[in-house]
């Protein structure tokens, strides 16, 4: 029995949820059954109310916004909780195409893929703008280097994971997951794939960031962060070396002039130089710190992933000891009804 679970993080999307819903499937080919799963990430108007009215199964309510990261981890840890073996996450906006999510599943069903990306043709996307274009064009080209996955679409929130991949993934980012989970897959090795997917323009501004220089530092920040926390050694040695470098110029300087009888107008070089140098030989001692602080942190995750498996495999025995119990009550005949037999053969 394969359980698919589709997630739609909200923010006041009590009008355009609707749609959303309507156009979602019912039914695809490998999949045994369909729920959906609503966060409302502490909506001010009756975004749970529409959801519920709208027949969804499932509902996380913030009493107040945690912002998207928050509401799409604790959407995963809800569709996990409720057996789901595969979940898709898209957005309430109608920016995707419901029908598209069966492209989605598929590579995850064969077993070729942990993670596949619904790719919007970034490059000739006729509701994106020129400059849009060249951005998410940019920011993909960066995240392919940091992640070391062939995603030409790292921003896009329409995504299908299995359920081992979302046991593996742990946001940390408090902006958006979608970076942040790239990378953290591609430097855990899972098989990550993009799938061409359609999209249509909204009508409404993204209300996940308010303009765009913003969000640029806020995704420059997650990208750095998920990236020195998944190699600080190569980042801060590397940063390391260079500043070591860059003071080793004008050390060299200094002996140039010294050697040449000039070196007592340029001790402002020596000084310079040493400053530098000290700061380099700094920062790669603390890269070999934090890749210390990395391994330890991989432990943690591996025990967090065989506890997750633990609880699934205690919560699946419970389930099946649930239905035997149930079972052996349909065929047990009632203590009233074996004391009624007794009189009755007596």
Known sequence: MTKLIIQIPCLNEAESLPATIAKLPRAIAGVDTIELLVIDDGSSDDTAG???????????????????????????????????????????DGQYEGEDIAKLVAPVLAGKADIVVGDRGVADNAYFGPVKRRLQRLGSFIVRKLSGTDITDAVSGFRAFSRDAAQRITITTEFSYTTDMLIQAGRKRMAVIGVPIRTHQTMRPSRLFKSVPKFIMNQGVTMVRAYTTYKPLRAFAGAGMLVAATGALPILRFGWFYLNGQGDGHIQSLVIGGALLVIGVLLCILGVLADLVSSNRKLIEANLLELRQLRDRFENLSQGQSRDDEAKAEITPSNAETTSLKRREG
Do not use: P, S, Y
């Not at 027949?55 to 604790?74: D, M, Y």
């Not at 789901?84 to 898209?90: H, R, S, Y």
């Open 50 to 92: 529409v959801a519920a009215r709208w027949g969804v199964q499932h509902i996380v309510t913030h009493r107040c916004n945690q912002g998207l990261a928050a509401a799409f981890q604790n959407g995963v840890r809800r569709a996990l909780a409720e057996g789901a073996d595969i979940i898709v996450n898209t957005d309430a």
